[in-house]
């Protein structure tokens, strides 16, 4: 019987999901919309009371109602910053994982980049002229330099004016902030990265600058390039000897 009472409810999810879908994505429900009652929602769906309240309920927990005393059920606009945490954790634990999120994030990026050599504004070349200014005075700091180029990445990619991008690239946050980090841990051993960090992304910066969405595309990576050949030597031990004899 418990068996069952599982299935239906999430039949009855799906249908209530399926429900306010279909409607966002036809227009004739929008953010601050009221949804119908429970009660004419159950008749509609032919599910029971019970389990329409209990699928709005999950619904709510996604952000993507929100049940209003002496109001009802109210359509809201879900907070996307909670992918970053799925992502995290769902990706975060599979083996090799993380090569993969790493390619997804060159796909946004590199488009990315194309799109803010045409839409970037002054607001967007002062934030990126702020970030680069970060990577150099963080140069040697593991975790605030990890953000930093972050948030130069970061500021590409809002550069964009894609809201798709940006809410793809947010929900890597957690994965890519962890791999910057990592990347500039490998600075000790590399002490040639120190150049190589700051003149690349100041090249970058300059390409979207010059709103040459080639140079910027082929800048960007060639960046991403060397980056995986500094991981591949620190794999092998092939430091850099200065470092090794200092």
Known sequence: MELKRTAEGEKGFEK???????????????????LISERELATLLGVSRPIVREALRALTVLGIV???????????????????????????????????????????ECQAIR?????ANIA??????????????TIDEADAGGMADFDFHRAIVVAS??????????????????????RRELVQAFPSMKTYLIDDHRRIFEAVIARDPERADATLRKHFAIGDEYRRRAIVGDIDKTSASG
Request: aromatic fraction near 6%; hydrophobic fraction near 45%.
């Open 16 to 34: 209530v999901f399926a429900f306010l879908r279909e409607r966002l994505l036809a227009g004739s429900l929008k953010p601050g919309d009221r």
């Open 66 to 108: 929100e049940i209003r005393d002496r109001i009802g059920t109210v359509v809201t606009r879900p907070d996307v910053s909670v992918l970053n945490d799925f992502f995290t954790f769902a990706l975060a634990q599979q083996a090799d994982m993380l090569d993969d999120v790493m390619q997804a994030r060159v796909a946004i």
């Open 115 to 119: 799109l803010a050599c045409e839409r």
């Open 124 to 137: 967007d070349f002062e934030r990126l002229q702020r970030a680069l200014a970060r990577i150099g005075e």
């Open 161 to 182: 004016h894609s809201e798709t991008l940006t809410v793809l690239h947010g929900s890597l946050a957690g994965l890519l902030t962890h791999s910057h980090r990592s």
